[in-house]
């Protein structure tokens, strides 16, 4: 396999690593492809494979008893998809499910595991992204009980332009509603309010963003708050 150069990597985790915890890694790394609504693990099943994100998104989905899913949690090039498997446990309660296809490194949990014990910078780094992603899921969680829902669609989309580093990124409606756990009609009134705001256009399943300081001042004080917890502990927004 061609040798990866931490000098090309796009994902904020791997290029923050020193020259030799990177060296650590890189023989259990492999690069794969991500696909649109794959199910890269599911709820209550053994994790066998963590992900470090290169682009693309990957959401982490709560099942509720009706069968539905709600989203907890947006994974980026920011972050690594398989946190559990560090904490020692073998499972998540969430899916994690492609939102936005891509590319990323993937890593046998085992593997990922031996070298998290083994490097006390690794962990660090790894246990400070936790508590980042742990404050998107709180945060998400408040939001989605108390503010409105084109506040908390505006929230949304900003948080998946972060990560589709384009104005222009596929999207549709009844992918949104079941990201946000609402009806599709809901959606829609949701996005109308913002499409007249003329900070986003929705058209042909993909979403458009005009005028993103005005997508920011549409939004809950949500967005705000998690992308300054990323940038005080990771150095990333």
Known sequence: MTQIEQAAIRNRLLAALSPDDF???????????LELKQVLYAAHQPIGTAYFLENGTVSMLAPLEDGRFMEVGLVGREGLVGLSVVLGAD????????????????????????????SPTLRGLLLRY???????????AACNGHHQLEE??????????????????PMTQEFMSLMLGV????VS??????????????????IIVLDRP????????????????????????
Do not use: N
Request: aromatic share 8%.
């Open 23 to 33: 060296a650590l890694l890189v023989p259990a790394l492999q690069p794969t492809k």
């Open 91 to 118: 499972s998540s309660a969430t899916e994690a499910m492609v939102q936005m296809q891509g590319t990323a490194f993937q890593i046998r949990s085992g593997k990922l595991k031996e070298a998290f014990e083994v």
């Open 152 to 169: 908390r669609l505006a929230r949304w989309l900003l948080m998946a332009h972060d990560r589709a580093r384009t104005d222009e990124f």
């Open 130 to 140: 936790m508590h980042v992603y742990h404050a998107q899921v709180a945060q998400t």
């Open 189 to 206: 009134v949701a996005a109308a309010i913002l499409q007249k705001a003329g900070v986003i256009d929705y058209k042909h399943g993909c």
């Open 214 to 237: 005005g997508l920011e001042a549409m939004a809950c004080e949500c967005y705000g708050a998690v992308r300054q917890q990323f940038k005080r502990l990771l150095g990333c927004g």
């Open 183 to 186: 009806r599709r009609a809901g």
